[in-house]
């Protein structure tokens, strides 16, 4: 059977490019007859400044929007990272595989130092290595596939690269990951500046519509976009970016595809208004779940307490191979 896994970092709230870049297709594609896991990486959450009651609250809230969403324990396996100690048994190995220039040619590395750095901040080593961690969580379990949106092909890539190294240098114990990205919404633009990524954490914040923002929060935002100088509605992701987000996000949240709904437009404002009702809609089910689902944190504990025993079953014994395979004696 497939074997999917893929994770979400609990540094900020769950936004709506999370969401329509990986967590939607985990929960309508991936989690069905596949082996799927899925995990909230708070180990990654780390490698910034970071408030250590944030990050419990942020992984708690993460766990519980993704059952909100429509992850189904009896389906597939959701825990966090730091619960299954593999990952981090993982990915000491495969630092001693990969190289600091490997490391130090990462995008999302490079970015977020130079963001650290311009804010007056040391950057953290575990910035660094994080690409050689996300590895190991991906080829602790003998992972497939791994369904992401655009921006995290350049850490699969060098997951691929590791685990065929490995394999190479010390004999067959990890598969080959790919990744897999969804046809629409697979990078969504934050709103106020359609050129970058909808992050997080991002300092644009009326450019990011989250999970939890209330229906007038989210008209608000998507009617404020920017859009481009001209008027006719065309999808053209270089010279219109503001207007093809929100045809993008607009075809995302109904099933379409962008380039047949610009014909539809004869102005921004329709478009602006249609693709705010849409996400309004896409939203309020999960925002529903979610609030009954925080009535009850038994609930969620529990199943991340059974999530991660059975990652940890999963993960061991290909863990033990690996420790075994470079080198070290079996204890
Ligand atoms: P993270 O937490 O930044 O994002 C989680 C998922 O959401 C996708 N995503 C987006 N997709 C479309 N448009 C956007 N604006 C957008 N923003 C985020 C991301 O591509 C991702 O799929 N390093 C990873 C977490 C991770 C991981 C892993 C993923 C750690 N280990 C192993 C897969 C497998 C990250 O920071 O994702």
């Not at 180990?43 to 059952?67: G, I, K, M, N, S």
């Not at 999808?235 to 047949?260: F, K, Q, S, T």
Request: with cysteine; proline share 5%.
């Amino acid at each position: 059977m497939t074997r999917v896994f893929s994770g979400i970092k609990p540094t900020g709230h769950l936004t709506l490019g999370n969401y329509l870049g990986a967590v939607r297709r985990w929960v309508e594609v991936d989690q069905y007859g596949t082996d799927a896991l899925f995990c909230v990486v708070d180990l990654h959450a780390l490698t910034v400044d970071h408030d250590p009651a944030r990050v419990r609250r942020l992984t708690r809230q993460a766990a519980t929007l993704l059952l909100a969403s429509g992850l189904d324990p009896e389906l597939c396996t959701l825990f966090v990272q730091s619960h299954v100690d593999e990952h981090a048994r993982l990915s000491y190995v495969l630092e001693c595989v990969a190289t600091d220039g490997e490391m130090r040619r990462m995008i999302q590395y490079k970015e977020k130092a130079a963001l650290e750095r311009g804010r007056g901040g040391s950057v953290r080593l575990s910035l660094l290595t994080y690409p050689v961690l996300m590895a190991a969580d991906i080829l602790a379990y003998g992972t497939h596939e791994v369904p992401v949106g655009d921006d995290q092909t350049q850490h699969v890539e060098l997951a691929r690269d590791l685990a065929v190294r490995f394999n190479q240098r010390y004999g067959q114990a990890f598969v080959v990951p790919r990744a897999t990205h969804p046809k629409v919404g697979a990078r969504i633009m934050n709103l106020q500046e359609p050129t970058s990524k909808m992050g997080k954490t991002d300092d644009v914040g009326p450019g990011i519509v989250y999970l939890l923002d209330e229906p007038d929060v989210v008209r608000k935002k998507v009617m404020r976009a920017v859009t481009d100088s001209g008027r006719d509605v065309v999808y053209d992701r270089e010279e219109r970016p503001g207007v093809a987000n929100l045809l993008e996000i607009l075809a995302a949240c109904e099933g379409g595809n962008p380039e047949d709904l610009s014909g539809a437009y004869e102005s921004y404002g329709a478009l602006k208004k249609d693709a705010a009702e849409a996400v309004v809609e896409l939203l309020r089910p999960v925002q529903e779940r979610h609030k009954a689902l925080c009535a009850d944190p038994a609930y969620v504990e529990g199943v991340l307490r059974l999530g991660a025993e059975k990652a940890r079953g999963m993960a061991r014994p290909r863990v033990d191979a690996a420790y075994r395979a470079i080198g070290l004696l079996s204890s």
